[in-house]
């Protein structure tokens, strides 16, 4: 018996039919691809524009150009040997499994143990969270601090991802200029009128980047003073506190009553050049280190085990290679400095700390973006623009002295003779 078509048929049937109702328009319709819908908080999130300029700077390079580099924060010196001995060995002993989210326990003490000494305070394993580098420490402290409307007060100039992050959770980000004036330390007395009961977090950084400035040891006792005892939390972020050329580190977490409002932020990167190994640390109170570990449970499981291990050896074995690294960039600074002081429109202060110089460039008259792009383009020497780092950066350029004397020399000529030509 034949009931009609199959089911199959009558699909096919219907299919074709479809297909001969459907005009062009109606398949480009059809195959449009969806559009990104992107959440709102991502046109708060902000960038680190070192990175930016490195990749144009490649660019050029492949075209033929020679660029001298002076845009990345990172230190040229190789990790030292011992370090590296001990990944190596951490590789053929096994440590290529998962981790303790806050970090494997010998680093944890260890780190405890050598921030007790250099702070002078008394720091436990709990207290330690091992983290990917450093920013984690800024994202998660923020993360788990901060609600949307709280205000952050920051230092502007300052390292660009501050900022990011508190806009990109939805706060308010407050500056506080750091004028040259002061060698680029903050303005205690303008700090406290900032300070308001919406505050929730201040941001320290010392030395400092992008300018090498330093906090005093007055300056850290002031800031404690205008906290009061208002239930306010400081993010230190110590990262370059082993690259000092004058003068000492003073860390606010040293001051009495203030290691329980304390996040410091230090790591691997800049002492030992390891900014490959991707190695940081928070020390904070142990109640906040448990969520700060949530935090890494939940984004990157944990840090890798092997680098981990290597930072041990970092922080126990010689110490001889941060010396030599830090009086090499002493030598640098000098002639960098020096060197921009005899450019016409350009007025340099000694930094007295981290690898950075951040010459004044107001008597150029020249907007500090448009004059790094002029001196990349066409001088073939890669700095950043002061606005990199916040508004308060307009009329600043920043140089790294990361990099051999021969090139500095290099590009103080390239800058040289470009003002020469460019500048009235």
Known sequence: MNFGPSRTGIVKSCEKEARELLTDVDFVIMNKALELRLAKRMARLGTETAFEVLVKARALEATGRDIVHLEI??????????IIGAATDALHKGFTHYGPS????????????????????????????????????????????VEEGDEVIYPNPGFPIYESMIQFLGAKAVPIQLREEMDFRLNVDELEGLINDRTKLIILNSPQN????????????????????????VLTDEIYSRLIFEGEHHSIMSVDGMKERCILLDGFSKTYAMTGWRMGYGVMRADLATHVARLMTNSNSCTASFTQVAGIEALRGPQESVETMCAEFKKRRDVMVAGLN?????????????????????????????????????????GLSGTAFGDFGEGYLRFSVANSIENIEKALDRVGAWADKHLQ
């Open 342 to 382: 005899k450019i016409k429109g350009f007025s340099c202060r000694l930094p007295k700390g981290a690898f950075y110089v951040f010459p004044n460039i107001k008597q150029t008259g020249w907007p500090s973006k448009k004059l790094a792009d002029a001196l990349l383009d066409d001088a073939g020497v890669a």
């Open 210 to 233: 992008p300018t090498g400035g330093m906090l005093t040891k007055n300056d850290i006792d002031g800031i404690a003073r205008a906290i009061g005892d208002r239930n306010i939390m």
């Open 102 to 145: 806050a970090g494997l326990p010998p680093l944890r003490e260890t780190i405890a143990q050598y921030v007790s000494e250099t702070r002078r305070v008394k720091a436990t394993p709990e207290e330690v969270v091992v983290v990917p580098g450093g920013k984690p420490i800024i994202f998660f402290t923020i993360l788990a601090l």
């Open 73 to 82: 924060g990172e230190p040229d010196f190789d990790t030292p040997g011992n």
